[in-house]
């Protein structure tokens, strides 16, 4: 069968053009229907931890597919409450923890949504959100997210949600009793790896604490290992009241889920929410064996330590399109002085490498956790090639530097 590349197709077009067609994966590498080797450095925006095909990955579905996939949340299974356990210990929660199980980081969002309201009541109608944050596409998650742009075909919202800048005195004017929650996106990871100023998480769990709402943080793209920390609001050494995570937590396999802290575990009670497919036994089983093994290979640390060796590789090319990086660990954003983000992306497809652009201006890095020398060398190669020659188009074009 001759496949073609063709979404306008088959399928709706809010996607666009696809850019490749891939048909296998083997640790940081891609294959497309032609044969063509690529080295991935999006890693399916963040989610394949592990790489792709990892044994530990494999087995773990496997083994689970033929044990016992899926009973319905009417009932328990061992690898749902091994996982919520882990999730406890790992965010550091204490006993007072407790874990709600989507399939997806907007699912997990809309769970948080739903406990701000459980929080907040009558009397606390106002829900906190920053400007430029994203938090998901359903219309829960949309209404939280600060993008006039993606909500405007959508209107009317969901109701209550005020968006407020990343800074601490735009939080202090807007906080109030009235405010159920506050919503964080500890790294801004689609709006180009924009990190919240110095402070501003402490900043936020006092002002929040004093005020009695809840402060709930965004850890989909920042969680499970990805910035050094097994989250990201550890860096800052706070305890919120509640997270949400998915992505890299599956490393491939579709699961999100709200963590509460003791403070917000008892906001839920029979009826308020749930999901047919969320913690099922399938999904839980993968994931528990993926965060297990991103524990015994010590991925976190390999995160801050590749992200702190991949930023130097980024000096050293020393191209002058790029301004900088951002991020932390392994998610990382490299700021352009053009807008040129898109054709860096497509030029480096051309070379072999996959990475991706949030915006016009910048280039996002979020590789497999488990990468190494190897993959890294290979890397400096390819981007220092991709870099030169949309540097030498853009001259062209322009006549000189950008
Ligand atoms: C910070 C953040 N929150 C929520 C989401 C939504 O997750 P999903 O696409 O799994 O619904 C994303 C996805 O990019 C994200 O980066």
Known sequence: MTWQIDAG???VKSFGDRMAMFVRGEGAYLWDANGRRYLDFLAGIAVTSLGHAHPVFVEALATQAATLAHVSNYFATPPQLELASRLKRLA????GGRVYFGNSGAEANEAAFKLARLHGGADRPRVLALTNAFHGRTMGTLALTGKPAMQEPFLPMVPGVEFIDSTVEALEAAIDDRVAALFI???????GVVE????Y???????????????IVDEIQTGAGRTGEWFAFQHAGITPDAITVAKGIGGGFPIGALITFASASDLFYPGTHGSTFGGNALGTAVAGAVLAEIERADLVANAADRGAQLRAIIDRIGSPLVSGCRGQGLLIGVGLRAPVAKAVVAAAQERGLIINAPNDETIRLVPALNIGDVELDEFALLFADTLAAVQAALADSTGGTP
């Open 201 to 215: 998480l402490q900043a936020a769990r006092e002002l929040t604490e004093r005020h009695g709402a809840l402060l």
């Open 92 to 95: 550091g929660t204490g006993d």
């Open 9 to 11: 197709r088959d399928l």
């Open 196 to 199: 919240l100023p110095t402070g």
């Open 185 to 191: 996106e500890p790294i801004k990871g689609e709006a």
